[in-house]
């Protein structure tokens, strides 16, 4: 188990290190590192002392280096647009990004695995077919028009819900969060939902799937032969065999969600990272834009290592694999 | 002595397949006492297994039972509501599946898979249902059962995972055990162990156990009782000395001709020439017709199950002591 | 997988070329049906599919027919009048000549002919993506597959990675580095999808490299690249099918989400997506014909094309045939 667990950090290292390398030579060999990290509006004196104080005239391979090092001391750069490292800034939206992709998730798998579990279970009924058609919905239309379109409907024609921003937050364990104040859920619940649409689909379908393979399985019969209850066949003997790979797949998308959430937040003007990026492509505010990319980068790099290590908690098959008696 | 465990009656379990009528199971009938063994032989497509889950009352769709009576202890279970099955299986009637690998829930431990065993059926607590399990697997023969009971079961041996199957079966003391070719998979010394434990226990606990298999070596050291079955069918019933010593039917007589053991050294093997037919197209009459030797023009009807003394033949010309000379 | 071909007389014909992609589906004993008219009937028995294929269908001869079928070009500024502009479905232009079925933008345009043009570059746009990275992606997993060790670890590994992040922000990297334009957008959009095909053709062509009729072939001396593509290629096709259509209606909406983000399509080239971010702004003054209809259209496309791809994952799946 520890040698899966440092094999895996080996492999986490080397992807980090590649895709810094990418955003490296996107920024410094492709793009025009100038532009990008300098503040075009400088004067000709400012812009020779930052090329001199970033290296800019030194070989590439020596930039890369000042690259990882600053990158490890936590110098991203500074944004054009704010004047504050652009680190900081990121840190400080990431909490508002981190709450609507939870909230999304949460409603996938809350909503998601029951209704998947009942067209698993039924799958010729009227219930069974709908819900797998709405499935085939949920992930065919575009994000960001259905957004549009619960703004117009709750916002626009009802009234009942505020259609941009977040609401007032409050600090839980020091990090700002909005889900607590019945105006803050207000705000929350309409970027939510439709940032967990797709995933909604994809849960459905998942859970469908499994439990309609589990359904085969001998173990069912077996556990039916023992005279066990229908809700503790499904709820305990199907519901943790496909539990697994559920979870794992959802937690795999937690990353992109938070990708997804750039879409959500541009709609809904929350004040996320994701909106921060958007703004930043738009002004032109590179340093951002690179500080972000390293950041969600490794944010994705750790998520996929921690599925992997919950994974392998989860299945005893994979866990005691190394104790067989 | 009390009545028998036991009985089914003119059971007919058929499948609706696309592609036709499946008749699995057609017209089957036959006893088991309790503490007695019955083996139910054939080969695979013979009907066995299905009849071992319409007793359980576990034949999925496209299958049904058609027709049939099954009594347990007198009691009718085909007019059991679902919630009463519910308290049947795993309490008084038990099955053992040939696959223990794929039959134990592989994400479940072993004790949790143990202890609902025993609580769906009685209201005790947590701990003595543990304890129930843990003497359950000491008396299958499980050693260090502490250790066993937190493990999993891919961690166990296929011999092993199959004795918990078997203590699974026998943890509620039920009137009636079916075991489901359970050695099958297994080598052939832990079967002989796995066989003597399981007549040990039903001795002693008088449970009445159906051991459906297609292995006649198995039946000959375990069984009391034997049904040959064919293609859906019983076609030879009769005690385990009478049917393996002198068999009726020219099937159970191919069946044991074609056992290695039984042909002379250097002499080509004897089979059973053609195929078993497909259930969805039987031939007409006697279903063994078109492999049979001593088939006639009588074999074009269908044969009743005819009793001789007190075994049961399902045979036109079944066969005697002098045929025996025929045999080349 | 699917069965393969398995006499020797189809590979030393080689004039036999039709023989491999037919034979390639065939099952034993159903030689008289051709393999391409026992999946046209697998597929038709869905009447749900059926219906996606038609309303794809529908959809793309509205693209492809745009100029002919608009009631106006909405990119011909000399026909446009600004005093037409937001109208609601269903008025009149100024001068009474043009009925606006579904309204007009903010400039004037008739929202219909919008809509057909902007399918044709949503639909061209996400077809030539894919078709480029099913090129590129099939040719790097058959190369993968057949040759093997450091290359197929290599190739494997860069295709895992790539999958482990979101399409969204791979697409979104590339664009902040390339700039925007309709190559690089299409260039980010085969980057995204190219380890799809490369990552199903590689598997498949494994499984079908250690079978016999590859071996024949090889004893045969025929050439690499002959086996790879006239042999095995063939029998690689079904799940190569399906990715791929399911892959389009990705890709479209990918672009889709990229053009509304601002970071698609530049506005001379206008796609379904840059429509619905043109009237997001009027929305909430209730104009909602702007956003609502192109939308309507871009999932009208979309879920035909699902409801295709769905049917023929099941239809071209040997393991479902029962």
Redesign the interface.
């Known amino acids: 188990m520890l040698v899966f667990v440092i094999r895996r950090l080996l492999q986490s290292a080397v992807?980090l290190f590649?895709m810094s390398l990418l955003?490296f030579l996107?920024?410094y060999a492709?793009?025009n590192p100038v532009d990008i990290l300098i503040n075009p509006n400088a004067d000709q004196e400012d812009i020779e002392r930052a090329i001199k104080g970033l290296g800019l005239d030194k070989p590439l391979w020596e930039q890369y280096l000042v690259f990882l090092r600053q990158a490890a001391e936590g110098n991203l750069g500074k944004s054009f647009a704010f004047n504050v490292p652009a680190l900081q800034l990121i840190l400080e939206r990431m909490p508002a990004t981190l709450e609507l992709a939870t909230a999304a998730m949460l409603i996938a798998v809350a909503v998601g695995l029951p209704l998947g579990l009942w067209a698993g279970l039924k799958p010729d009924s009227f219930a069974g077919r709908s819900i797998m058609?709405g499935s085939?919905?949920g992930?065919?239309?575009?994000?960001?028009?259905v957004g549009?379109?619960l703004?117009?409907v709750f916002?626009?024609y009802l009234g009942w819900l505020p259609?941009n921003g977040r609401g007032p937050t409050t600090d839980l364990f020091g990090v700002p969060v909005s889900f607590l104040s019945w105006d803050g859920i207000r705000h929350l619940i309409m970027p939510a939902t439709n940032l967990a649409l797709f995933n909604l689909a994809l849960v459905i379908r998942l859970t469908r799937a499994g439990t309609r393979e589990a359904l085969l399985?001998?173990?069912v019969?077996?556990?039916?032969?023992?005279?066990?209850?229908d809700g503790?066949v499904i709820g305990?003997?199907v519901l943790?065999?496909i539990s697994?790979p559920i979870v794992t797949i959802t937690g795999?998308q937690f990353?992109?969600l938070i990708?997804?959430a750039?879409?959500t937040e541009?709609?809904f003007a929350w004040p996320g990272m994701g909106k921060l990026?958007?703004d930043s492509?738009?002004v032109l505010d590179r340093p951002v834009?690179v500080a972000y990319?390293l950041i969600?980068?490794t944010l994705?790099i750790v998520i996929?290592l921690a599925v992997d290590i919950l994974y392998s908690v989860l299945?005893?098959?994979v866990r005691?694999s190394d104790?067989?008696? | 002595m009390s009545g028998p465990t036991l009985e089914v009656a003119g059971l007919r379990t058929h499948f609706f397949t696309r592609q036709g009528v499946v008749k699995a199971v057609d017209g089957v009938s036959f006893e088991v006492h309790p503490g007695r063994i019955l083996g139910l032989v054939g080969e695979s497509g013979s009907g066995k297994t299905i009849t071992g889950f319409s007793i359980m009352g576990l034949v999925d769709p496209p299958g049904r039972i058609l027709e049939g009576e099954i009594r347990l202890k007198g009691r009718s279970l085909r007019a059991l509501s679902p919630a009463e099955w519910q308290a049947v299986r795993g309490d008084r009637i038990a099955m053992i599946f040939q696959d223990p690998m794929m039959t134990l829930n592989p994400v479940l431990r072993i004790d949790t898979q143990m202890i609902e065993a025993v609580r769906a059926h009685a209201g005790v607590s947590v701990q003595a249902a543990r304890e129930r399990a843990r003497e359950a697997l000491v008396r299958v023969g499980i050693p260090s059962p502490d250790e066993r009971l937190v493990a999993y079961p891919h961690q166990f041996s296929g011999g092993m995972r199959q004795r918990v199957a078997i203590a699974i079966a026998l943890i509620n003391k039920p009137d009636l055990v079916i075991a489901d070719e359970p050695t099958t998979a297994l080598d052939v010394t832990i079967q002989g162990q796995i066989l003597a434990e399981v007549q040990k226990l039903c001795r002693e606990s008088g449970t009445a156990l159906i051991w459906i298999t297609h292995d006649l070596a198995v039946i000959a050291g375990l069984a009391d009782e034997v049904c040959v079955m064919y293609a859906g069918r019983i076609v030879e019933r009769g005690t385990v000395d009478q049917v393996l010593d002198a068999p009726l039917h020219p099937y159970t007589r191919g069946l044991l001709d074609s056992v290695p053991s039984r042909n002379r050294p250097g002499a080509p093997l004897r089979q059973i020439p053609g195929m078993t037919p497909s259930l969805l197209a039987l031939p007409q009459g006697c279903a063994f017709r078109s492999r049979c030797r001593r088939a006639t023009e009588t074999c074009l009807s269908d044969p009743p199950l005819y009793p001789l003394g007190d075994r049961q033949v399902r045979c036109f010309h079944p066969i005697h002591a002098e045929d025996e000379a025929e045999v080349e | 997988m699917t069965p393969p071909v398995d006499s020797p007389a189809a590979i030393t014909e080689d004039a036999a070329l039709a023989a491999p992609a037919e034979a390639a589906i065939a099952v034993p004993g159903a030689a008289e049906e051709s393999p391409f008219r026992r999946i046209a009937a697998d597929f038709a028995a869905s009447r749900l599919a059926l219906l996606g294929l038609a309303l794809f269908a529908l959809v793309v001869l509205c693209a492809v027919l745009a100029p002919l079928i608009s009631p106006q070009n909405p990119y011909d500024l000399a026909q446009l009048d600004v005093l037409d502009s937001r109208l609601e479905p269903g008025s009149r232009s100024g001068d009474g000549k043009l009925l606006f079925w579904l309204g007009t933008d903010d400039q004037g345009r008739d929202m219909l002919s919008a809509i057909f043009y902007g399918l044709r570059i949503s639909i061209g746009v996400g077809v030539a993506a894919t078709l480029c990275a099913l090129a590129i992606g099939t040719s790097l997993g058959l190369a993968a597959a057949f040759f093997g060790g450091r290359a197929d670890s290599f190739i494997m590994r860069v295709a895992d990675i790539q999958l482990s992040f979101p399409a969204i922000l791979i697409a979104l990297i590339l664009l902040a580095v390339l700039g925007q334009g309709v190559d690089k957008i299409i260039i980010a959009l085969i980057a995204v999808q190219w380890a799809y095909y490369a990552r199903t053709v590689r598997g498949s062509a494994l499984v079908e490299r250690s079978k016999e009729y590859i071996e024949a072939a090889r004893c045969l001396a025929l050439p690499a690249r002959r086996i790879v593509f006239r042999h095995l290629l063939p029998n690689c096709l079904p799940p190569l099918i399906v990715v791929a259509t399911v892959q389009v209606a990705a890709a479209i909406t990918l672009e889709a989400t990229l053009s509304f983000l601002g970071l698609g399509l530049p506005i001379t080239e206008p796609s379904l997506g840059l429509l619905i971010a043109n009237g997001f702004t009027y929305m909430l003054s209730g104009k909602y014909w702007i956003s609502f209809f192109p939308g309507v259209a871009l999932l009208l496309t979309i879920v035909s094309i699902n409801l295709v791809g769905d049917q023929l994952r099941d239809v071209l799946n040997p393991r479902l045939q029962r």
């Open positions: 992807v590649a955003v996107g920024v492709i793009g058609a085939i919905l992930f065919s239309l575009p994000t960001f028009w549009l379109m703004i117009m916002s626009v259609s399985q001998d173990y019969k077996f556990a039916r032969a023992k005279g066990l209850s503790r305990v003997h943790k065999n697994i795999l990353g992109t990708a997804f750039i879409v541009t709609i990026i958007i492509i738009n834009i990319l969600i980068v994705f996929n299945d005893p098959r005691l104790a067989k008696a």
